[in-house]
């Protein structure tokens, strides 16, 4: 069994910050590349960052600048800190990671994620 848990939304004003934690969690052998994603209302699900294990970087153009990607592979946590927050940047937020996990009789690879975090930026 393994668990992604976001936390760290909430409401913010525009030009404010704010930090997303995810902790991936269970019989986890190896994290690839993590990320973050996110969802406004009414619009497709779409990416924001993604780190590799060695710390390659990917961003999204409207959050390049702004947005800071990190994870701590000991502890199997992944971070964005936002700053300069606009009320487009109002979504909510999900942790994405791909995955190798131990079930019984071996390894399992797949892509999980969690269950999102509302981040409000208002105006």
């Known amino acids: 069994q393994v668990q992604l848990v976001e936390s760290g939304g909430g409401l913010v004003q525009a030009g404010g910050s704010l930090r997303l934690s995810c902790a991936a969690s269970?019989?986890?052998?190896?994290?690839?590349?993590m990320g973050w994603y996110r969802q406004a209302p009414g619009k497709q699900r779409e990416l924001v960052a993604t780190i590799t294990s060695g710390g390659s970087t990917n961003y999204a153009s409207s959050v390049e600048g702004r947005f800071t990607i990190a994870r701590d592979n000991a502890k199997n946590t992944v971070y964005l800190q936002m700053n300069s927050l606009r009320p487009e940047d109002t979504a909510l937020y999900y942790c994405?990671?791909?995955?190798?996990?131990?079930?019984?009789?071996?390894?399992?690879?797949?892509?999980?994620w969690g269950q999102g975090t509302l981040v409000t930026v208002s105006s």
């Open positions: 994405n990671a791909d995955l190798k996990a131990l079930i019984p009789g071996g390894f399992r690879c797949f892509e999980g």
């Open positions: 269970g019989s986890i052998v190896t994290i690839t590349t």
